[in-house]
């Protein structure tokens, strides 16, 4: 009795001792370290914050890095920062990712709503809250915050790489990216446009690329732009998707590079991990 007690405790601290020494190998769990930075908007006098997520090898470089951007920081930022915790290096290149934080102190749809939609649309049956539809609109105000204001501010304080600026954007942000890519398409030279409302006010964007198009023959962009198959249960997300695909590609935009693809099984809220995966070994392929 007394060997076999003395044996289970001799195991049990090797066990301890293994489980210790594996543990420190391994870093702890958690969300993936990032930075928080407070900025006040010139264009529409909001206040936001930046989540900064440097990648791990930061600190051990004087390498500049590719920048990612994303909106809907309620999802899009822990999933875009743990994927790239889990992929940069390995089979995407690694980035700094930020995310812009819906405005302080307003309603979420409210501040989505605003931000991120092209025009007054205050009946449109398919938007957000009554209250949300009043302020929609000012997508242009929010961009030129992007321009004038959150990408110099990551230039001047972190190692960005001036080359490679990804914009992911899902659903209303997805509808964000668009408008962007038709009226400033410099500002990112990848997007990553998931399941974008195209449906908004009457279909809107259909007109602004036709706009775009009359002045100019150069779309110098990479473009993957998804949607899931189930997506047309609610919205004519998937048709819509490919109307606009077919209409782009009639254009033969120079230095234009477009990539559509319909997953298959994914619906509005399933789609979005998927498509995040499929955009950033797309857009930055790993190479050693």
Known sequence: MFIRKIFFLLVLG??????SSYANQLPPFGYPAYETVNIHANSNNKDYELYVQLPKSYNDTKSSYPLIIVND??????????AMALMGGAVVKEAIVVGISYSKGDDRAISRTRDYTPT????DKNGNSSPARMVSGHAKEYVDFIESQVIPLLQKKYRVDSKTRVFVGHSY?????TYILFKKPHLFTDYIIGSPSLWY????????EKEFS???S?????????????????????????????????RNYEGFNLRVEVLQDENHHSVFPGLLSKGLMAMLPFKN
């Not at 090797?14 to 489980?19: A, D, E």
């Not at 006010?201 to 602004?208: E, P």
């Open 214 to 216: 009359k002045t100019s």
């Open 173 to 177: 942000g997805g509808l964000l990216g």
């Open 73 to 82: 920081t309620n999802f899009a930022f822990p999933v875009t920062n743990g």
């Open 201 to 208: 006010d009457n279909r809107i964007m259909f007109a602004l």
């Open 120 to 123: 007054f649309s205050p009946i």
């Open 14 to 19: 090797f066990v301890g001792f293994m489980s």
């Open 218 to 250: 150069r779309l110098p962009a990479n473009v993957a732009m998804f949607v899931g198959s189930l997506e047309n249960d609610y919205y004519p997300m998937v048709t819509d998707l490919l109307a606009m695909e077919k209409q782009l590609r009639s």
